[in-house]
C-alpha cells in the first residue's frame, strides 16, 4: 500500500482549490484566480507549485514553454486523508466526538442538519 501524501498546508490548499475548479492550470491562471482573493505573487505561486510538486501534490505537464499542473489527488480524497488524520490525533479515533465537535463549533443549517440525517441513514443501512 502506498503511504499517504504528506498534508498540504494552508496556502496549499488555496492552490489546490484552484486546481480542483479548473482541472489544471498554467502558474499564470493560478496566480490570477489567487489574486482576486489577495495579491499573491507570480514568484510566490511558481515556488508552491514547485515544492507541491516535490511532495507529490501536484502532477507538472510540459506543454511547449507553459506548464500545466493539476492535482494528484481529488478534493474528496485530500479531505478525507485530513480528516483522517484530524480524527486520529485530536479525537482518537471517534467519530461521534468529531461530529459533536463540529456541530457545536459552527451552527448547522436547517439543510445540512437534514443532510447529515439522510447521511446517517444511509450509513445505517450500508452497516446491516
Not at 41 to 45: A, F, I, N
Not at 52 to 55: A, I, L, V
Not at 97 to 103: N, S
Given at each position: 500500500?502506498?503511504?499517504p501524501?504528506p498534508?498540504?498546508?494552508?496556502?496549499?490548499?488555496?492552490?489546490?482549490?484552484?486546481l480542483?475548479?479548473?482541472?489544471?492550470?498554467?502558474?499564470?491562471?493560478?496566480?490570477?484566480?489567487?489574486?482576486?482573493?489577495?495579491?499573491t505573487?507570480?514568484?510566490?505561486?511558481l515556488?508552491?507549485?514547485?515544492i507541491?510538486?516535490?511532495?507529490g501534490?501536484?502532477?507538472r505537464?510540459?506543454?511547449?514553454?507553459?506548464?500545466?499542473?493539476?492535482?494528484?489527488?481529488?478534493?474528496?480524497?485530500?479531505?478525507?486523508?485530513?480528516?483522517r488524520?484530524?480524527?486520529?490525533r485530536?479525537?482518537?479515533?471517534?467519530?461521534?466526538?468529531?461530529?459533536?465537535?463540529?456541530?457545536?463549533a459552527t451552527?448547522?443549517?436547517?439543510?445540512?442538519?437534514?443532510?447529515?440525517?439522510r447521511?446517517?441513514s444511509?450509513?445505517?443501512?450500508k452497516?446491516?
Open positions: 500500500m502506498k503511504p501524501l498534508k498540504p498546508t494552508e496556502a496549499e490548499l488555496g492552490i489546490l482549490r484552484v480542483w475548479r479548473r482541472g489544471r492550470a498554467t502558474v499564470r491562471e493560478v496566480t490570477d484566480v489567487l489574486n482576486r482573493a489577495q495579491p505573487g507570480y514568484t510566490t505561486v515556488k508552491f507549485l514547485q507541491m510538486t516535490d511532495k501534490l501536484v502532477q505537464e510540459e506543454l511547449g514553454r507553459a506548464h500545466l499542473y493539476q492535482p494528484t489527488l481529488s478534493e474528496e480524497q485530500t479531505q478525507g486523508q485530513l480528516v488524520d484530524l480524527l486520529d485530536a479525537f482518537a479515533g471517534s467519530a461521534a466526538k468529531l461530529v459533536q465537535r463540529a456541530l457545536s451552527p448547522a443549517s436547517a439543510a445540512e442538519l437534514a443532510q447529515i440525517k447521511l446517517v444511509a450509513m445505517e443501512r452497516g446491516r
